[in-house]
């Protein structure tokens, strides 16, 4: 049959009527790099969004239906807003405790492997960090968070010489000094060594020779921790005295790698504690964090998602109180560095 040349709408008709062209299949080789890429990005989703999607996508799936003639179903994920403060764990997040006792147990694997702490009695150990803490004028209006600035402090290894605490835009601060002195537990009882002008040390009030001691056995530290932050009323938290006082031992002193990792692993036995996908210290890190609520704030832990080293602390509001509303972020650390100096004001060798 002859198609006049001016016929274009036949021409167009008719060409619609023919078997597509055959298209060349990719050769070996790319195909299975293409499908090992998309397997890998398959398995690099979380396996939970992966879940909330076919969740979210059942609850919300919409037909197609506008006229058009298709054999498959379309469905529209609908993603809703996020109602909860970023950094902040969800209500009814007790359910995460084993993923936190996991993040725990990996970052007291880590701390084990590390190289041992060596510092003398007549040393001082040195902690760098960037701090800030929010404040509230004395009417008691919301709290206002201050920009981070730089903290050093030099820590008496034995607890018996003048350490020092220096901030920016402040003047150097003199730790009280405290002189060697020697205790009689009872008459005929042999002296042990202590410090003049200050408590016996403990978790809440360590000196560096006191950490060093403490027990590697996760379940016989866990119970000193509660032994020597017991509170005073009914009304406080005893597993969050304990939590907060394990955070101040990672954040405050430079313990052997041994007593860290029972640290953390006597951490995990606390109850209550969730993970945070993501949270950012004060140096502006991004880690996952192990946290934990009492009394509407949230104390969160952070750690290197790589590494699993410890990277500082946020407290968080987890609901609306008079310093401001839930998410509010009352303070934040990002620990630096930590070392043994000679004296006060010396920075560590290296």
């Known amino acids: 049959m002859t198609i006049p040349a001016d016929d274009s709408r036949l021409r167009s008709d008719l060409t619609r009527l023919l078997p597509p062209p055959p298209v060349d299949d990719l050769p070996p080789l790319r195909h299975q790099a293409l499908k090992h890429r998309v397997l890998n990005a398959t398995e690099a989703r979380p396996h939970r969004d992966r879940a909330r999607a076919r969740d979210r996508a059942r609850r919300f799936a919409l037909p197609v239906a506008a006229g058009l003639a298709l054999t498959g179903a379309f469905a529209l994920a609908v993603v809703t807003a996020d109602p909860v403060p970023r950094g902040t764990a969800r209500p009814g997040a007790h359910a995460a405790a084993p993923n936190a006792a996991q993040v725990l147990t990996r970052a007291a694997l880590a701390a084990s492997e590390a190289s041992a702490t060596t510092v003398r009695p007549d040393q001082f150990v040195y902690i760098e960090s960037l701090v800030g803490h929010a404040g509230r004028d004395a009417g008691g209006g919301p709290a206002t968070m201050a920009p981070a600035h730089r903290r050093q402090v ?197």
């Open 154 to 350: 030099w820590l008496s290894a034995d607890g018996t010489r003048e350490g020092l605490l220096r901030e920016a835009g402040a003047p150097d601060t003199p730790l009280a000094a405290s002189g060697p002195v020697e205790y009689l537990d009872h008459r005929g009882a042999t002296p042990r060594p202590g410090a003049l002008g200050r408590p016996e040390p403990s978790v809440t009030d360590p000196t560096h020779t006191f950490v060093s001691a403490l027990p590697t056995d996760p379940g016989a530290l866990l119970d000193l921790v509660y032994a020597q932050t017991r509170p005073a009323g009914r009304a406080a938290d005893p597993h969050q005295r304990a939590f907060d006082a394990i955070g101040t031992l990672l954040a405050e002193t430079w313990a052997p790698p041994r007593v860290t990792a029972a640290l953390y692993e006597a951490a995990a036995r606390i109850p209550d504690t969730v993970v945070l996908p993501y949270a950012t210290d004060a140096a502006g890190r991004e880690g996952v964090a192990v946290a934990r609520t009492a009394h509407g704030e949230q104390t969160q832990w952070i750690f290197d998602r790589a590494t699993f080293a410890f990277l500082g602390e946020r407290t968080v509001l987890t609901r609306a109180t008079s310093a401001g509303p839930a998410g509010t972020l009352l303070g934040t650390t990002a620990v630096l560095a930590k070392g043994a100096a000679a004296r006060p004001g010396d920075l560590p060798a290296g």
